[in-house]
């Protein structure tokens, strides 16, 4: 789902090109640059191993006990319909 290790210099390229297609007033523009700073904030170097760990937990997907609870809630977890 996710690189292992992420290029930030890319990433942001890539989240400029497509702020580009929107107003900076706009939500979606305010959104795109919140991405950014988020992205940039959790690969500073205290944060940066913290990070890697979470979306190796990402990309691994859910636990039977997460897809339970999304079950019980009627919410098919392999699909994400609701029942």
């Given at each position: ?34 991405a ?10 205290k ?14 997907g ?22």
């Amino acid at each position: 789902m996710f690189e292992q290790k992420i290029d930030i210099e890319k990433a942001s390229s890539i989240l400029k090109l497509i702020s580009e297609k929107y107003q900076p007033d706009s939500e979606e523009y305010k959104m795109l640059e919140l991405a950014g700073l988020a992205l940039h904030y959790a690969l500073e170097e205290k944060s940066n191993d913290k990070f890697h760990k979470w979306l190796e937990s990402v990309n691994k997907g859910l636990s039977e006990k997460q897809k339970n609870h999304l079950r019980s809630m009627g919410i098919n977890p392999e699909s994400s319909e609701l029942f």
